[in-house]
């Protein structure tokens, strides 16, 4: 009896000590954010501002930095560029998830080796050649340049994904299907596709993650500041040492986005969430 209370208590506080550690970065980002009083960085522990007021979303809407446009012009980029690559990178790794899942072809198996290659090697080790590419082509310095790049990197891990859950399409559906005169292409958009939206949900939403707050490359490919992304910025942020509430103000603000991104594509996430479950 007095190891099974004990048992329970310990469990109790690694739970609230659990929680503390993922809710107190986003408690201590929220009451700086909202700190007006905090010029630098906090020099002392506070459980809430000093000097509330909405002063600093204010300057970080009208520009997060002296050098960048306004926040709408950034956060427009942003999704341009990120929705851009999670578009491409479903559209395209969903017709390769499924070729590698249900057809049969010379060098399949080596074909998704590369795949997973692709997704397993570092985006520094990329650098290099991707520029040389993207200076070919002549989008070195463009947007267009960017979502190629995330697209790049984003597609391997949506094929990678999306097969997993093309592979469990029952085969009884696509041959009832052929049966009554599908093709290929009807059997893959009317069978497969509905059935895997959960899971091409899933491989958009982290694609979206991939292509929002990546910077390294972006840095590397855009030359102008007014192409510069949200991610971007925000790790100029911190570079150049800006004031932790301007800081928490545009990681606030960047978050949101994202937010609204899980919400539009929770009901396809908890249904595959609860079919993974019945299957098991």
């Known amino acids: 009896m007095g190891r099974r209370l004990l048992a329970r208590i310990g469990l109790r506080l690694g739970l609230v000590l659990a929680v503390v550690f993922a809710v107190g970065p986003l408690w201590a980002m929220g009451y700086m954010a909202f700190d007006e009083s905090i010029t630098a960085f906090p020099k002392r522990f506070r459980i809430w501002p ?28 942003s999704l341009l560029v990120a929705g851009s690559a999670a578009l491409v990178s479903v559209a395209v790794g969903a017709s390769m998830a499924y070729a590698f899942a249900r057809l049969r072809f010379p060098g399949r198996s080596s074909g998704m080796f590369v795949v ?87 491989a958009a939403l982290l694609s979206f993650l991939i292509g929002y707050s990546e910077f390294a490359m972006g840095w590397l490919i855009v030359q102008s500041n007014s192409d510069a992304t949200l991610a971007m910025v925000a790790w100029a942020a911190l570079f150049e040492n800006a004031p932790w509430g301007r800081v928490a103000a545009l990681a606030i603000l960047m978050s949101l986005p994202v937010v609204a991104v899980f919400l539009l594509l929770h009901r396809f996430l908890i249904q595959g969430w609860s079919l993974g479950t019945i299957s098991e």
């Open 116 to 202: 997973l290659l692709g997704a397993l090697l570092p985006p520094v080790a990329l650098l290099t050649p991707l520029f040389v590419l993207l200076r070919d082509l002549g989008v070195e310095s463009s947007n267009i340049g960017l979502i190629i790049v995330y697209t790049g990197f984003s597609l391997p891990l949506a094929v990678w994904i999306m097969r997993s859950s093309f592979i469990t399409v029952p085969h009884d559906l696509s041959e009832a299907a052929y049966l009554d005169g599908a093709g290929e292409f009807q059997v893959f958009r009317r069978v497969a596709l509905p059935l895997a939206m959960p899971t091409i949900a899933v």
């Open 50 to 77: 000093e000097e509330f007021g909405l002063g600093l979303f204010d300057r970080i809407w009208e520009a997060p930095m002296a050098w960048a446009p306004s926040f709408l012009r950034v956060l427009g980029t």
